[in-house]
C-alpha cells in the first residue's frame, strides 16, 4: 500500500514536471517567432531606410555634377578648372553601404 502511494506520487510529480517542460517549451517556441518576426519588421525598417538614403545620396551625386558641368562649361579654362575642383563629396555612412553578406556576420 505504501509502495502504491509512493509510485502514485512521483507518477503525479512525473505528470506535472512533464506539463511544466511542455509549457515552457511552448512558450520557448511562441517568444522564438515573435523574436523573428521584430528581426523582420527591423529589416523591412532598415531597407526602407537604406533605399531612402540612396536616394539621398543619388540626388546629391547629380547636383553635384550639374555644379561641377556648369562651372566647367563657363570657366575659360574648364579641363583644369576640373581637375582642380573635384569634389570629396560627404562619406556614405556605413550603414547605408551594408550589403546583405556582411549583416549575416557576427
Given at each position: 500500500?505504501?509502495?502504491?502511494?509512493?509510485?502514485?506520487?512521483?507518477?503525479?510529480?512525473?505528470?506535472?514536471?512533464?506539463?511544466?517542460?511542455?509549457?515552457?517549451t511552448a512558450r520557448f517556441h511562441a517568444a522564438h517567432l515573435e523574436?523573428?518576426?521584430?528581426?523582420?519588421?527591423?529589416?523591412?525598417?532598415?531597407?526602407?531606410?537604406?533605399?531612402?538614403?540612396?536616394?539621398?545620396?543619388?540626388?546629391?551625386?547629380?547636383?553635384?555634377?550639374?555644379?561641377?558641368?556648369?562651372?566647367?562649361?563657363?570657366?575659360?579654362?574648364?579641363?583644369?578648372?576640373?581637375?582642380?575642383?573635384?569634389?570629396?563629396?560627404?562619406?556614405?555612412?556605413?550603414?547605408?553601404?551594408?550589403?546583405?553578406?556582411?549583416?549575416?556576420?557576427?
Open positions: 500500500m505504501l509502495r502504491e502511494r509512493r509510485e502514485g506520487r512521483h507518477r503525479l510529480a512525473r505528470f506535472e514536471a512533464e506539463e511544466k517542460l511542455r509549457t515552457a523574436v523573428e518576426q521584430a528581426r523582420m519588421v527591423i529589416e523591412d525598417h532598415f531597407k526602407i531606410a537604406q533605399a531612402a538614403g540612396w536616394q539621398v545620396a543619388y540626388y546629391y551625386a547629380r547636383r553635384e555634377a550639374t555644379y561641377l558641368r556648369s562651372l566647367v562649361r563657363k570657366h575659360e579654362n574648364g579641363p583644369a578648372v576640373m581637375e582642380m575642383l573635384e569634389l570629396a563629396g560627404p562619406q556614405l555612412p556605413e550603414w547605408l553601404l551594408r550589403t546583405e553578406a556582411e549583416k549575416e556576420g557576427p
